[in-house]
């Protein structure tokens, strides 16, 4: 048998002729490509920071029903209507996508700081929730737990949450 072989002027000849001529187009390709990610990411980012900002608003109107629902449960008024809640679905897409880490860091701080407090208020409305018409609300200990819960939700939302809503309100008044 006989060894294929190759000439190395061959080689050369195919490798000028065929494959030389297309790497700048190849070139331009991708760098065209990566551009257009480049684009698109950044939109993305940008739209995730509008809805962050328009939730961020929208959360501030919720914290003073929050705080409205509270003081009249403190009051003594029947519970009809379910306490309202936080939004925070586009806070959660933000850190989802790993775009949360675009924000300057100590607006990133800022807004860390309030979500983890909406998750406590969000956790306690449950548990108020629970202890106003589930299972827990036949404890004998049941009032006392719920006035101690109304009592973490307003002084979270007032001393913690509604502030650092308010600031980000007259920061991003257009």
């Known amino acids: 048998m006989t060894a294929f072989m190759l000439d190395p002027g061959t080689v050369w000849s195919y490798f000028t002729n065929y494959v030389l001529p297309y790497i700048p187009i190849l070139v331009v390709l ?8 480049s684009i698109g990411e950044r939109k993305a980012t940008d739209m995730q920071k509008r809805a962050l900002k328009d939730e961020l608003i929208t959360n501030l109107s919720q914290a003073r029903a929050i705080l ?3 003081e009249k449960q403190t009051a003594g008024e029947p519970y009809v209507n379910p306490i309202p809640r936080f939004h925070r679905s586009a806070y959660e897409q933000l850190r989802n996508s790993g775009r949360l880490r675009s924000l300057k860091r100590g607006v990133r701080e800022e807004i860390e700081t309030v979500y983890e407090a909406i998750y406590g208020v969000e956790a306690a409305s449950d548990r108020q929730e629970e202890l106003l018409g589930g299972a827990a609300a036949t404890s004998p200990i049941a009032p006392e737990i719920r ?4 009592t973490y939700i307003r002084d979270t939302i007032a001393n913690l949450v509604l502030p650092r809503l308010e600031q980000f309100e007259t920061f991003t008044r257009r």
């Open 147 to 150: 006035a101690q819960n109304l």
């Open 30 to 37: 991708l760098v065209a490509v990566a551009f257009g990610n």
């Open 68 to 70: 409205e629902f509270v």
